[in-house]
C-alpha cells in the first residue's frame, strides 16, 4: 500500500486493523519522535529517582496496561522496591538489563500483544529499538544515568540525528500488508501495489510556501500572502512536477498488479490530468482497465465515485518500437535488478569498470536513488569543472559516516 504521508499510513493501517488485516508501516519516522519514546523517558526517571509521583506517570503507559484506579491500589513498599531494584541494576549492569527486568516484571510483552490488538506489535518494536538505542549511547559515550536521560530528552525535543538505527523499524509481521511512503518506495519493487491517495491536489491551507528560485537557483521561502504573481506561477509549477515525479514512482513499482483509485471528488488533480491522457491514448485493455464506481458498504457509501486503474494480464507483453535502433527503454529498478542469466562473453575480454559499478557495486534502494535525483538536479552536464565538486557534495550529504554522525549528537 502506497501513501504519500505518515498520517495518511496511519489512517489506512488503523482502518485495516478494524477489519483484522495485519499490516506494518515501512517509512522514514524516527523512533525518537514516536509516542513510545516519551513514555521510555518517564520510566527512566522513575528508575532514575524512584519515588511514588514519578512511578505513577511510568506506569500509565501502553507498556503496562494499567489505569488509574489500579496504580493508585498498588503496594508502595512493593512498588518503590521494584523501581529500586531497577536503579541498581541500570546503575551495576546498564539501563538494557533493567529494562528487560521491568519487561519481565510487568509482563510486557503479554500486555502489548493481547490488549492492545490493533498497535501491539508498533509498540513493542518501538520499545525494545530504543531500550537498544540508548543502551549503545551509553555504551559508547559513557554516560551516566542523569546524562542518559538528559540525551533522550533532547532526542525527543528533535536533537539532529542520522543513521538507520534512529528510523522505526517494521513490525514483525511478514504476512502483513506493508505500507509505504511514495518517497520510501523509490527504487524499490512490491508484488501487488494498490495507491489510494495519489490525486495530489492543492493544499489551500497552507501559508507558508518554500521553491526555488528559477533565476537564482536557491530555495526561497515566503509567506503567502506576500508572494508576487511570478513566485505563485515558480511554486505552482514546481509542486505539478514534483507530483507527476511522485505518481511515476508510485505506478511503477508493482511487479504483477498496480491498483490507482481516483477520488471523484476533486475536479482538478495531478492523477486526473495522468487518467485524461491515458483515457485519450486509448490502451489496450489487456493492459490497464478502467472502472467506474467501487462497491461499497452501505455505512460507508458517499457521493463521491471512485474510479479503478487496475493494470491486467500482466503476463502480455508490451509492444513498443523505439525510434532509434541502439536506444533502450530502462529504470534505475531496471539497472538494480539481478539478471536471470549471465551473458557469454569472450575470453579475452576485459570486464568494463563502469559496467561493474552499476550491476555489482551500486546498491539498489531508496537511498542510492535519493542519492541520483540530488545529483541530477544539481549537476550541470556541459560544465565538468564543477561536476567533482557536485558529486563530493552529494556524497557528504547523503552518505555520510554514521558513527561520526552519532559522536557529534
Known amino acids: 500500500m502506497l501513501v504519500r504521508t505518515g498520517r495518511q499510513g496511519r489512517e489506512v493501517k488503523a482502518q485495516l486493523a478494524k477489519l483484522g488485516v495485519p499490516a506494518v508501516t515501512v517509512d522514514d519516522a524516527k523512533v525518537l519522535q514516536s509516542e513510545e ?4 523517558l518517564y520510566l527512566m ?15 500509565l503507559s501502553p507498556f503496562t496496561g494499567l489505569k488509574l484506579e489500579s496504580v493508585l491500589t498498588l503496594d508502595d513498599e512493593v512498588t518503590l522496591g521494584l523501581f529500586g531494584n531497577y536503579k541498581n541494576r541500570w ?15 510487568f509482563n510486557v510483552r503479554n500486555v502489548l500483544l493481547h490488549a492492545h490488538t490493533e498497535s501491539g506489535e508498533r509498540i ?8 537498544e538505542l540508548v543502551h549503545q549511547i551509553q555504551s559508547r559515550k559513557n554516560l551516566s544515568m542523569t546524562e542518559l536521560v538528559s540525551w533522550l530528552k533532547r532526542g525527543i ?10 528510523e522505526q523499524r517494521m513490525e514483525s509481521d511478514e504476512e502483513a500488508v506493508n505500507i509505504v511512503t511514495i518517497h520510501k518506495s523509490k527504487g524499490l519493487e512490491y508484488k501487488i501495489v494498490m495507491a489510494p491517495y495519489l490525486d495530489f491536489v492543492e493544499n489551500k491551507y497552507i ?3 518554500s521553491f526555488r528560485d528559477p533565476l537564482t537557483g536557491d530555495y526561497v521561502g515566503v509567506e503567502k500572502k506576500r508572494m508576487t504573481d511570478e513566485q505563485q506561477a515558480s511554486y505552482a509549477r514546481q509542486a505539478e512536477q514534483e ?3 511522485l505518481l511515476y514512482v508510485a505506478i511503477t513499482r508493482g511487479v504483477y498488479k498496480c491498483f490507482v483509485f481516483r477520488n471523484n471528488y476533486h475536479k482538478k488533480s495531478t492523477l486526473l490530468t495522468f487518467l485524461e491522457a491515458l483515457i485519450a491514448a486509448a490502451p489496450s485493455s489487456d493492459i490497464i482497465r478502467f472502472e467506474e464506481g467501487i462497491p461499497v458498504a452501505p455505512e460507508q457509501q458517499v457521493s463521491n465515485k471512485i474510479l479503478a486503474l487496475t493494470p491486467v494480464n500482466p503476463d502480455l507483453p508490451v509492444r513498443f518500437v523505439l525510434k ?8 534505475y529498478t531496471m539497472l538494480a535488478a539481478k539478471a536471470e542469466h549471465n551473458l557469454r562473453t569472450r575470453a579475452s575480454q576485459q570486464e568494463d569498470p563502469y559496467e561493474t559499478f552499476i550491476f555489482h557495486t551500486l546498491k539498489r534502494g531508496a537511498k542510492t536513488g535519493n542519492l541520483l535525483h540530488f545529483l541530477f538536479e544539481n549537476i550541470n552536464f556541459s560544465e565538468d569543472s564543477r561536476w567533482e565538486k557536485w558529486i563530493t557534495e552529494t556524497i557528504r550529504r547523503l552518505y555520510r559516516d554514521n558513527r561520526n554522525c552519532m559522536d557529534l549528537c
Not at 551495576?92 to 538489563?97: L, M, R
Open 157 to 166: 525535543d528533535g536533537m539532529a540525528t542520522e543513521g538507520d538505527e534512529y
Open 207 to 209: 501559508e507558508f510556501f
Open 45 to 59: 526517571e522513575a528508575m532514575l529517582a524512584p519515588d511514588r509521583s514519578s512511578i505513577n506517570r511510568a506506569l
Open 37 to 40: 519514546a516519551t513514555y521510555l
Open 91 to 105: 546503575q551495576q549492569d546498564g539501563i538494557y538489563t533493567a529494562m528487560m527486568d521491568f519487561v519481565t516484571d
Open 324 to 331: 532509434e535502433q541502439n536506444w533502450r527503454k530502462m529504470s
Open 243 to 245: 507530483n507527476r515525479r
Open 124 to 131: 513493542i518494536s518501538n520499545l525494545f529499538q530504543l531500550t
